[in-house]
């Protein structure tokens, strides 16, 4: 079919560190673009794989007797000003029941596989991941209703 986007060639385990995150790269823009996936389930399934990532690479730095950097262990400040005025819409319980599963289970296997199929190594798996956190991280803190936690997440033409 002539729609179809051209496939993108999973980089082997021996490939350069840089083609491996260029390929999650892609994987996770064209999914979000295509399914213009809300900033609360992207929010949810990335936090979950900083989460993971950045427990597995303690466990191993902690086995060398290393330290990992702040950069890693910790989400990135947000830009510009947070929003603490009171939110409206209906209650945050209300809209979690409201979430898509099937679609954050995608994002998960996507990540996942990709990561996995690569065999990226953690620590640019987790830079990866944290820089799409910070991005998702910075359009919560503008969010003024509750509404809004479903609006596409909004992904820069240079992304």
């Given at each position: 079919?002539?729609?179809?986007?051209p496939?993108?060639?999973?980089?082997?385990?021996?490939?350069?560190?840089?083609?491996?995150?260029?390929?999650?790269?892609?994987?996770?823009?064209?999914?979000?673009?295509?399914?213009?996936?809300?900033?609360?389930?992207?929010?949810l399934?990335?936090?979950?794989?900083?989460?993971?990532?950045?427990?597995?690479l303690?466990?191993?730095?902690?086995?060398?007797?290393?330290?990992?950097?702040?950069?890693l262990?910790?989400?990135?400040?947000?830009?510009?000003?947070?929003?603490?005025?009171?939110?409206?819409?209906?209650?945050?319980?209300?809209?979690?029941?409201?979430?898509?599963?099937?679609?954050?289970?995608?994002?998960?296997?996507?990540?996942?596989?990709?990561?996995?199929?690569?065999?990226m190594?953690?620590?640019?798996?987790?830079?990866?991941?944290?820089?799409?956190?910070?991005?998702?991280?910075?359009?919560?803190?503008?969010?003024?209703?509750t509404?809004?936690l479903?609006?596409?997440?909004?992904?820069?033409?240079?992304?």
């Amino acid at each position: 079919m002539s729609g179809d986007l051209p496939r993108i060639p999973i980089p082997g385990p021996d490939s350069e560190t840089t083609e491996k995150m260029v390929f999650l790269q892609e994987q996770i823009v064209n999914f979000l673009r295509q399914y213009s996936m809300p900033l609360i389930e992207v929010s949810l399934v990335f936090s979950k794989y900083t989460r993971q990532l950045k427990e597995a690479l303690l466990v191993q730095a902690s086995a060398e007797g290393e330290n990992i950097p702040e950069i890693l262990s910790q989400p990135w400040p947000i830009i510009g000003e947070n929003s603490n005025e009171a939110t409206s819409g209906p209650p945050l319980e209300t809209m979690l029941n409201n979430l898509d599963d099937d679609r954050m289970d995608i994002l998960d296997t996507i990540l996942r596989s990709a990561m996995n199929a690569t065999e990226m190594p953690l620590v640019d798996a987790l830079m990866q991941l944290r820089q799409w956190e910070h991005l998702a991280r910075n359009q919560l803190a503008g969010v003024k209703a509750t509404g809004e936690l479903f609006s596409p997440l909004e992904i820069p033409d240079d992304w």
